[in-house]
C-alpha cells in the first residue's frame, strides 16, 4: 500500500491549511473501505502521535489539542482522506501522516510537513 500526504505548508497562526491522504496500489481500496483510518503526526523532538481517526461508520475521534480546530473526513470512493485544519497554532507544526487505525507500521508515508509561525 502507498499513501501519499499533500497539502502542508507554511501558515500564520489563526490560518487554515486542508491535508489529503492518497491510497494507491493493488489494496489501496481494501484498506481504505474496511479498515478505520487516522492522522498521525510528530513534532520535532517528540513522539508520533494521534491527531484524529474515523471509523468505517463515520465516527470520529480527536486528540483534546485538536478539537474543535480540525476535521477528519473521507471519500472512499476517491480512496482519499482529508484533514481540515482551522485556527492553526504555532504547536501545530509537525509532520503529518496518515495511516490505518491502529497503525500498520509498514503503510507509514513520508508525510507532509505543517510550520505554523507566531
Known amino acids: 500500500v502507498q499513501l501519499v500526504e499533500s497539502g502542508g505548508g507554511l501558515v500564520q497562526s489563526g490560518g487554515s491549511l486542508k491535508l489529503s491522504c492518497l491510497a494507491s496500489?493493488?489494496?489501496?481500496?481494501?484498506?481504505?473501505?474496511?479498515?478505520?483510518i487516522a492522522w498521525y503526526r510528530q513534532a520535532p523532538g517528540k513522539q508520533r502521535e494521534l491527531v484524529a481517526a474515523?471509523?468505517?461508520?463515520?465516527?470520529?475521534n480527536y486528540a483534546d489539542s485538536v478539537k474543535d480546530r480540525f476535521t477528519i473526513s473521507r471519500d472512499s470512493a476517491k480512496n482519499t482522506m482529508y484533514l481540515q485544519l482551522n485556527s492553526l497554532k504555532p504547536e501545530d507544526t509537525a509532520v503529518y501522516y496518515c495511516?490505518?487505525?491502529?497503525?500498520?507500521?509498514?503503510?507509514w508515508g513520508r508525510g507532509t510537513q505543517v510550520t505554523v509561525s507566531s
Open positions: 496500489g493493488a489494496v489501496s481500496r481494501r484498506v481504505f473501505m474496511i479498515n478505520d
Open positions: 495511516n490505518t487505525f491502529p497503525a500498520t507500521n509498514t503503510f
Open positions: 474515523i471509523r468505517r461508520g463515520g465516527s470520529t
